[in-house]
């Protein structure tokens, strides 16, 4: 028995040496998995933010077109409302689903920045079925739109923890024609 009192100190060694390594190997796993997972979430998350947004500028885009055939915006490829009933249409429909998935995976912050975004772009609708239109309530709600824009792109990058990014208005220098609106 002497022999085993003697090899005793070794034996709880071994196992509290084994038992430490599996306890750090089983935190680390876990650590990692917790890791892989939210990097699986904020990229799952950057794609539904950036779903919502292109489909919340297809909108955008039709709107400036629409309202450069009825006089009140200078987008150089007017587009009757006639030719764009369909294309509005699909770009509501598509504008649908992705804000189920914000709702879904969004922030609360990006959810509510999303939705001002939408009534402004709701809003540009709106003004292009009323008879009366004129330049400065559409410049209002040009000016509205992109300033919704501008802070649910902030309280995406703020949501991903990215550095801040740009505005979005372009300003071409002057006497240049104006090719279009990035915005």
Known sequence: MSAFIQQLPALLGVIIGALGSYLAIAKGDQARFRREQRARWEERRLA????????LKRTVTLTYRIASHL???????????????????????????????????????????G????????????????????PETWSALLTRQRTAREAYYAAVRR??????GHSGH??????????????
């Not at 539904?48 to 489909?55: E, K, L, R």
């Not at 006089?71 to 509005?88: F, I, Q, R």
């Open 115 to 134: 939705r001002t975004w939408v009534v402004a772009v709701i809003e540009m609708e709106r003004f292009l079925r009323e008879p009366v239109r004129s």
């Open 48 to 55: 539904v933010y950036a779903d919502y947004a292109t489909a």
């Open 159 to 164: 949501d991903l923890a990215l550095p801040p």
């Open 170 to 183: 372009w300003t071409l220098q002057p006497g240049r024609p104006r090719p279009g609106r990035p915005e």
């Open 71 to 113: 006089g009140v915006d200078p987008h150089p490829h007017p587009l009757s409302p006639e030719s764009a009933a369909a294309e509005l249409a699909e770009a509501t429909d598509a504008r649908d689903p992705a804000g189920e998935a914000l709702l879904m995976l969004g922030t609360p912050e990006v959810v509510e920045k």
